[in-house]
């Protein structure tokens, strides 16, 4: 296993990110969710294979994927060696501390994440978005708070504009409490808008990317013909503001990797991954991991060094596009 600080901090990570949204309880829409029977082999393998960085979030299977974590941890491996990572936001039931980062919200839901994952500390706690109907003092003061109380080291963000990250780093400086250090953004071949304003932006502040989605739900792990994985047939076609998730284009990008990787004799997953390693502002991709395989693949990408050749190809098809999920 490779390893980096996440971000400026001296926090060491594995440059692989086990991705922990697969694990839990289901339902229709999620149909590709393990339990913690199902989850036991992916889990030990992670351990094997020196994956120390873990990441959930209290929303996955509405805090389901947070017991399973917390209960893993427990049984296979010891708490001071990993790095736990989770994340609040989203809706977790009715009532005003339920969702969003209001100082209610903050305070509330670090509290049930702390007991579903059966630990006394977070060592990155982040906002799964940016919240519109929150002042930036609000959350950043709460979050600081969270971090002086010993419940969580280090603070992280995910998936929003630039401005918006720019707006609550500013808040967190003016106010003189904890900043982001890392970022979890939305980054593969196929979904490479974070270039523009975002990588730009953590170089300069010394914020590391944690990337969610570098395979695209699988459909950058296999060739365009065959028919996709149970995670990316349930992807839907558009995110909820109605933007395309993938576009016709993106067959080329496919094609591309599936040549190359079929040239050097490793997985498609190992090319598109190790695409995503090699920009020096990504800290370690988070793979969401439903067969021991998805790790194995994704610690062989540390040790593939693409070409500039190999890697302009691999870039040529991409199309400008709106990002999703924000």
């Not at 100082?103 to 579903?116: C, F, G, I, Y």
């Amino acid at each position: 296993m490779h390893h980096t600080h996440l971000g400026s901090t001296g926090l060491t990570v594995s440059r692989i990110v086990l991705g922990c949204m697969s694990f839990g309880d289901g339902n229709e829409k999620q149909t590709w969710t393990l339990d913690a029977e199902a989850a036991e082999p992916i889990f030990r393998e992670a351990v094997e294979l020196g994956i120390t960085f873990w990441d959930t979030a209290n929303v996955y299977g509405r805090g389901s994927s947070e017991r399973v974590t917390g209960e893993a941890i427990r049984k296979y491996t010891r708490r001071e060696d990993v790095v736990l990572a989770t994340k609040l936001f989203g809706e977790m039931g009715p009532g005003p501390g339920q969702s969003g980062l209001s100082r209610r919200a903050v305070l509330e839901q670090v509290d049930a994440s702390l007991q579903r994952l059966g630990t006394d500390w977070i060592d990155l706690y982040q906002i799964h978005r940016f919240d519109p109907a929150t002042p930036v003092e609000e959350t950043m003061e709460a979050l600081h708070d969270v971090v002086k109380a010993g419940k969580v080291r280090y603070l992280g963000a995910s998936s929003m504009w630039a401005w918006q990250f720019a707006k609550l780093q500013s808040a967190a400086d003016l106010g003189g409490w904890t900043r982001f250090v890392s970022m979890q953004n939305q980054y593969s071949l196929a979904q490479r808008e974070e270039e523009r304003e975002m990588f730009p932006l953590l170089a300069d502040q010394g914020v590391g990317s944690i990337p969610w989605g570098p395979l695209q739900a699988g459909k950058m792990a296999r060739p365009w013909s065959e028919q996709g994985t149970a995670r990316a047939g349930d992807e839907p076609e558009t995110d909820p503001k109605g933007n395309p998730v993938r576009l016709d284009s993106d067959k080329g990008i496919v094609d591309a990797i599936e040549r190359i990787a079929g040239e050097r004799g490793v997985s498609m997953a190992q090319v598109a991954l190790a695409w995503v390693l090699r920009n020096p502002v990504v800290d370690a991709p988070i793979v969401g991991a439903t067969k021991v395989h998805h790790l194995r693949d994704a610690v062989a990408a540390l040790d593939v060094e693409l070409t500039d050749e190999e890697v302009a190809a691999l870039e040529e098809h991409y199309v400008s596009r709106q990002p999703t999920f924000f």
